[in-house]
């Protein structure tokens, strides 16, 4: 190969010299490149300088959790039993309060109000079957007794008519013989005056007399023993009346022992009517009304029955995550559960808004544990406080449980306060960018930033390195 067209060849040796040549120099040069440039930027690591600003602002410790969102479920049921006619919504589905969930089937209705129907026919006739009865067992034992009582009254007003007439009669016949009587005398007693010659008439009267008397006393005799019967008469009456007083008393017990149990029946009766009666009014007014709707906006979260199912009184029928009351479900390590409780506020943090906090309390706390291996968690409930903004349920959230917070106080870095003897300095910077070294007090800290109480102020600039 030629290098020239003109003049010699250079030897290989003259080559050879030349290339160690430009070796060495090249060597050269990237050696004093590098050490220029290793010099140069340690003189800008050592002139690096880093500024924190004296800020005012909160400091929070706390521990720490994580979870995701969850919304405060409400149930959806009806009263009574139904079968479910129709569905409206899907699981997952973004719901407003007034929005139709399920229906009721019509032919259920329609089915269980005939059969309540024949049912209250049924309970109606018991009723009056009871009552009936009730009425025939007063009326015939009133009837009975009534006829008992004024059989013996009838009895005895009888007798005593009979004897009450004869009485009188005998009183009659009395009366009327001491008339006789007393006429006879008078003329005795006026004959004897007069003298002996009327002493055949006189014997005459005497005998009249003695015949009177001997009626008078008959009649006595037989008015003595009337009234002895009538007596007699009037103390049986009593007795009687005292016996039936004490039958009557009796019967009244039985009777009322056999009347509340008719009453029962009739209370029983009315009660199974009453009964029928409001199931009837119950799927009436369903008839009015068979649709569910949302009472709360929110997302379905559970559909729990399908068309044509029969689903029991106060089952839950579909199940909605009430948007406005969203919760977070956080697991918690077992060093920190001991320094949580209900009631302690929370800041949080969710995943879809990480520039922003929202704020919580501790509603409920599980202690019981969950082991995964060597670890060991437990988990609390913390309400959120009511935001504008879209919250999902699932969405993941970190939150810190407060343990102590200071708030509206000058604060500083901790990277920004060095320690010398027991004392913390920092680095002030002037404003014509020279630094003193400023003795300062502090105050509560969370291990990345320390409340300020002495030797600096809200917007003093401090400096680290130089």
């Not at 080559?15 to 060495?24: D, E, F, N, T």
């Not at 509560?444 to 401090?462: A, C, H, P, R, W």
């Amino acid at each position: 190969m030629k290098m020239f067209k003109k003049g010699k060849m250079l030897s290989k040796k003259t080559i050879s010299i030349i290339l160690a040549g430009l070796v060495i120099v090249a060597g050269t040069i990237y050696v004093g490149v590098n050490s220029y440039k290793e010099k140069n930027e340690a003189n800008q690591f050592e002139t690096r300088e880093r500024e924190y600003k004296v800020t005012r602002g909160n400091i929070t410790a706390g521990v720490k959790g994580n979870g995701s969102l969850k919304f405060e479920g409400v149930k959806h049921n009806f009263d009574e039993e139904v079968i479910i006619g129709e569905v409206f919504v899907k699981d997952g589905q973004n719901v407003i309060k007034g929005d139709k969930l399920v229906s009721i089937s019509e032919k259920y209705l329609d089915e269980k109000l005939e059969e309540l129907n024949k049912d209250l026919n049924t309970a109606q006739l018991a009723l009056e079957q009871a009552e009936g009865s009730k009425r025939s067992t007063v009326l015939s034992n009133d009837k009975a007794w009534n006829e008992k009582v004024q059989g013996t009254k009838s009895q005895y007003e009888s007798q005593k008519r009979g004897l009450v007439d004869n009485i009188n009669n005998l009183n009659d016949r009395l009366a009327n013989v001491n008339t006789q009587l007393e006429e006879v005398r008078k003329q005795i007693d006026e004959l004897s005056a007069k003298g002996e010659e009327n002493n055949l008439q006189i014997e005459e009267l005497k005998v009249k007399e003695s015949a009177l008397l001997s009626e008078q006393s008959s009649i006595q005799g037989e008015l003595d023993s009337a009234n002895k019967r009538l007596s007699n008469l009037e103390a049986d009456r009593q007795k009687q009346l005292e016996s039936e007083s004490n039958e009557y008393t009796a019967n009244s017990e039985i009777n009322n022992i056999n009347i509340n149990g008719l009453d029962g029946a009739i209370a029983s009766a009315q009660e199974e009517v009453n009964k029928v009666q409001e199931e009837i009014n119950k799927i009436n007014k369903l008839k009015e009304s068979p649709i569910l709707y949302a009472n709360t906006d929110g997302i379905v979260s559970a559909i729990n029955a399908k068309v044509g199912d029969k689903i029991s009184a106060g089952v839950s029928i579909v199940d909605i995550g009430e948007s406005a009351k969203v919760t977070a479900e956080l697991t918690i390590s077992q060093n920190d559960i001991v320094n949580i409780e209900v009631g302690q506020e929370v800041t949080l943090e969710v995943s879809t808004y990480q520039d922003e906090k929202f704020k919580g309390k501790v509603t409920y706390l599980n202690l019981k544990s969950n082991s995964q291996g060597n670890s060991t968690t437990y988990s609390a409930t913390v309400e959120l406080e009511p935001t504008d903004y879209k919250l999902l349920e699932g969405m993941t959230v970190s939150a810190q449980f407060i343990i102590k917070e200071v708030k509206d106080v000058i604060m500083l870095s901790n990277k920004a306060i060095v320690l010398k003897d027991g004392k913390q300095f920092v680095k002030l910077k002037n404003e014509d960018g020279s630094t003193t070294e400023v003795e300062i007090q502090t105050g509560f800290s969370d291990g990345k930033n320390t409340e300020i109480t002495g030797g600096l102020n809200e917007g003093d600039t401090v400096v680290i390195g130089g």
